[in-house]
């Protein structure tokens, strides 16, 4: 028993070191406004060591003759050698290389420093626990203490006040008396052939469709990623994601960007968001201008957001899961229904002033196949929650002068196969996109050519009385020129049965003067994902990365999209001038969205960092903006 109790009294103060060490890697790389990871970290990264322990005290018993010192050395590396290189490898792989896999070298590399640092900390072991008053470790009551004192302390530290999210400046203008609500409502993973006002089978999405015939509906809007959290971070920044950087899973929005949200507030508005996502809530930088930025995951275990980013708390839930189908089932995120009824509540919490307000709807977790059972099931449930939205803006008398905006964040495969053949599929990267006008201007309306996520916020902005800065590399939805590049869909004269002639076509989208080039680019497991959907082709370029910055030469897919809609022949062989062309344009406007963008000086004061957004939407001198930086990427 000696040997065993060893064991696990110094297997437990391993894995509470370990345990300790990643949380506050957690911290610091995810910034959570919550320190529930210190606790989660210590007791059950200290639990899984002590049976570790006590285990490798039962390796122990041959030696069990030796002194205590050496045996509590022994136990502690031989827990916290493998358990740091774990946690270590799967940092890497996540961080790094993006789940793509740590090379051979690296491993080795770490493999060796580990055994290093484990010789090390064996001489060192030893002459701290023989040489001072730290040898009360080596004992049973000593290691109890240590690892119960550590608890306490880590489970007070976890339940204190965190530091609050920067909140909203003041802003410098008060809203004009006839402002809009804006309503901004990103469904996640929604293709645009699921809504019935894109071609699916009648009464798919009568809620939507129904708000469909109040609004604009952009019969070609395309996503800036297949990527939830940086698909969100072009509609709230009008940028890029070359140029907003946020790429990878884990990647935070970098505070210096100008969002939407605090063009808004800096026009008085009230900006209220739920998201109902890990990767774009608030302690990932997606908070910033808003007021209030309500995100509350369901995770297992009652865990909070820093203990989900534990790769122990992810490895036991995938356990539990194995054993318990509703664990398997779990959602973190909010059903719909609720989170609209709580979108509403808060809204109505100040009726008067204009209010920016963000949902998020998701349901469950998207299946990945057109004819999945669970996907269209979960597509109904958020047409009922935009039913239920409307309904509830109609009673309070806010429906009619709101501005809202329906789309989604990126869409899925459509093909069971689709995942096998390539990546920026049609399915994925067109989405739907309904403007409903406040006093349901223009109702009715479809605007045939290509628009692109990313002009979502210069228009919202634009309708708020605030000016999309230049550096934005959006444009507004309803340009000067919007009733003339409806025309050209319009036959010129009518028969005189007032018919249309039957030699009259309208115009291609793909070749409308109004469509916009789309830049869609994502990356995953260490690949990068580009496309350009320009004319009515579009070219895919995949590139495999190693680690940050390192990219390999293009593999290269192009869809005439005119003749091949379900993009089954890849004309990538057939050489041609529109192909060259693209591939030039891709390149450039890559190279274009990297360059630096509007950033914000060093806060020299409260208000500081509010001053530079101001200047950057151009709302003070020149001279007030002296120390703002303030170059700028061409759109």
């Not at 969100?232 to 070359?242: D, G, I, K, Q, R």
């Not at 539990?320 to 229904?337: K, L, M, Q």
């Not at 009518?494 to 994502?522: C, F, I, K």
């Not at 009515?536 to 495999?544: E, I």
Request: proline share 8%; glycine share 10%; net charge negative.
């Amino acid at each position: 028993m000696r040997c065993i109790t060893i064991g696990a009294g110094a297997g437990a103060c391993a894995g509470a070191t370990v345990g300790a060490a990643e949380a506050v890697y957690v911290l610091l790389a995810s910034l959570p406004a919550e320190y529930q990871a210190v606790g989660a970290a210590w007791t059950l990264y200290g639990l899984f060591g002590a049976g570790l322990g006590a285990l490798i005290g039962v390796l122990l018993l041959p030696f069990r003759s030796a002194p205590a010192e050496s045996l509590w050395c022994a136990a502690y590396l031989l827990v916290a050698t493998p358990l740091a290189g774990f946690v270590v490898f799967e940092a890497l792989e996540a961080r790094l290389y993006d789940d793509a896999g740590v090379p051979v070298g690296v491993a080795a590399g770490l493999a060796a420093a580990l055994c290093v640092g484990a010789a090390a900390s064996w001489w060192m072991g030893r002459n701290v626990l023989t040489k001072t008053p730290l040898r009360i470790l080596a004992t049973t009551r000593g290691t109890g203490a240590a690892w119960g004192s550590g608890l306490v302390l880590a489970w007070i530290f976890a339940l204190s006040p965190a530091p609050r999210l920067a909140q909203k400046p003041p802003p410098s203008a008060a809203p004009a008396a006839s402002a809009p609500d804006l309503i901004l409502v990103v469904v996640d993973s929604l293709r645009a052939d699921a809504v019935g006002a894109y071609g699916a089978p009648p009464n798919a999405t009568p809620h939507l469709d129904a708000l469909a015939a109040d609004s604009v509906v952009f019969e070609q809007a395309v996503a800036a990623s297949t990527s939830g959290p940086s698909a969100v971070a072009s509609l709230y920044t009008s940028l890029a994601v070359s140029s907003h950087g946020c790429e990878r899973a884990g990647d935070f929005l970098a505070p210096e960007l100008l969002t939407l949200a605090e063009g808004l507030a800096d026009r008085g508005y009230r900006t209220l968001g739920f998201p109902n996502q890990a990767g774009v809530s608030g302690v990932r930088g997606f908070a910033q201008g808003f007021e209030r930025y309500a995100f509350a995951p369901r995770y297992p275990f009652a865990a909070r957001e820093s203990t989900a980013e534990l790769f122990g708390y992810r490895a036991v839930w995938e356990l539990a899961g194995r054993y318990s189908p509703d664990i398997a089932r779990a959602s973190v995120s909010v059903p719909a229904a609720e989170l609209v009824a709580s979108g509403l509540a808060t809204l109505a919490e100040e009726p008067i002033a204009p209010t920016f307000l963000m949902l998020q709807l998701m349901q469950s977790t998207p299946a990945r196949n057109a004819g999945d059972e669970q996907y269209a099931a979960d597509v109904v449930a958020v047409d009922a929650a935009v039913g239920q939205l409307v309904a509830g803006l109609r009673r309070a008398g806010r429906y009619d002068g709101s501005l809202i905006v329906v789309t989604a964040d990126h869409g899925v495969p459509a093909l069971p196969d689709a995942m096998g053949k390539g990546a920026m599929r049609e399915a994925e990267v067109r989405i739907p996109l309904v403007v409903k006008l406040p006093g349901r201007e223009r109702a009715g309306t479809r605007a045939p050519w290509q628009v692109r996520s990313i002009d979502i916020a210069p228009t919202l902005l634009d309708a708020g009385g605030g000016r999309p800065p230049p550096h934005w590399q959006g444009l507004e939805l309803f340009t000067d020129t919007f009733e003339g590049d409806l025309a050209l869909f319009r036959p010129p004269s009518l028969d005189e049965e007032g018919t249309v002639p039957p030699d009259w076509q309208p115009p291609y989208w793909g070749n409308h003067p109004a469509s916009r080039d789309a830049l869609v680019e994502s990356t995953h497991a260490g690949v990068i994902h580009r496309a350009l959907r320009r004319g009515g082709a579009k070219m895919v370029a995949t590139l495999n990365s190693a680690g940050y910055g390192a990219e390999t030469s293009a593999n290269v897919e192009f869809y005439d999209l005119v003749a091949d809609p379900m993009e089954r022949s890849d004309q990538s062989a057939v050489q041609s001038s529109q192909q060259a062309g693209m591939r030039a344009a891709m390149e450039s406007m890559v190279l274009d969205r990297r360059r630096t963008v509007p950033q914000r000086g060093p806060a020299t004061g409260q208000g500081a960092g509010d001053r530079c957004s101001r200047c950057a939407l151009g709302y003070l001198s020149p001279e007030e903006c002296a120390d703002c930086v303030a170059t700028s990427a061409p759109p």
